[in-house]
């Protein structure tokens, strides 16, 4: 049987949301009704298939957020609005995005974090350098800003995940409250 790379990914992504994170390639090749040198031939290993699926999924984020963020009256809101896209896109596809945050070998882990971090990051630290300029002020922030937003959204996802002990909107709140305004505590 021939099989293309797109629609083995389609089947990954349908057996990763059905499975969980842990699926192996064994059921990734079945749910595409092919055998795994077909998949391994076509797609790779399971880090490549965790690639291409994080690459997938890192893309409809970065689009969520660019359609959430086009609609705020300031930039808090904007803010507010990237992070609640951001919730809602992991809250709608958590099995997916535990896949590609903690799938593939122990090996090229934080290779995978970085990547994911990278495609999540650059659109976000173009838009502070170019607001940065625009205002008079320096841009070389904007990649410190942008990475340390989106470690901040990671971890603070992975627990939500884990304790789910407030909603998705209070965890919005909170996230926009730290990232906007910092703690407010004084310093000693």
Known sequence: MLADRESLLDAAERVVREVGPD?????????????????????????????????????????????????????REGLHRLIRSFIDQVDGDRNLFLFVTAGGSSATRIGQELRLADRSAAPMAAQFAAQRSRA????????????????????????????ESVTPAELADHLTELLWSGTGLPLR
């Not at 997938?56 to 970065?62: L, S």
């Not at 002020?137 to 340390?148: H, K, N, Q, R, S």
């Open 136 to 163: 008079g002020l320096d841009p070389a922030v904007a990649d410190t800003w942008a990475y340390g937003i989106i470690g901040t959204l990671h971890f603070a996802i992975l627990w939500w995940l884990r304790t």
């Open 23 to 75: 699926v192996t390639m064994e059921a990734i090749a079945a749910a595409a009704t092919v055998t795994k040198p077909i998949l391994y031939r076509t797609v790779g290993d399971k880090d490549a298939v965790v690639a291409a699926l994080a690459d997938r999924f890192v893309d409809r984020i970065n689009e969520a957020g660019t359609v959430a963020v086009a609609g705020a009256r300031d930039e």
